[in-house]
């Protein structure tokens, strides 16, 4: 933390360990130090960032070509305690096996504009597809991890 008692004063680094040396010295509080301490002006960061249990669903259709290259489109929805949103998104790809990389581009109907990300998907068995997916949009960065099911 970076902070300074005055204004114009030189900033000074405070630690856990010095502001504790302090707080545990009965005299301390009783300083000038500890009324300045009040007025702090503290230099921070706040990221904005919030983290959120969310749940939902997606469907999507993807073509293999011969040479291997995956094209598609999905669409998807999610449920969070702060917000509801859905997506479509176009993806691109190459496929490894059952593993399949990709790209993807698309429109956030919540942030109203362009959303675009990376994923990975692998075939878990002929049926069941595992992924790991992140994704932003203008002001949300998702990391979603699913599960999904081939027909």
Known sequence: MIAGKEPGQEPG????ENLLDDWLDPEWWDSVDAEAAKDV????????KKTHSTLGIFAGYRHQWSNNVVGGVEASYIHSSDY???????QAGY???RVLPY?????????????????IDAALTNRLI???????SEDTDRIEARLGWKF
């Open 95 to 97: 496929a490894f096996g």
């Open 13 to 16: 680094i405070l630690t856990c």
């Open 103 to 119: 790209l993807s581009l698309g429109y956030d109907f919540e942030e109203k504009g362009a959303a675009y990300g990376v994923g």
């Open 41 to 48: 002006t503290v230099l921070g960061y706040d990221s904005g």
């Open 130 to 136: 595992g992924g790991l997916v992140y994704s932003k």
């Open 84 to 90: 509801d949103a859905a997506r479509i998104m176009g």
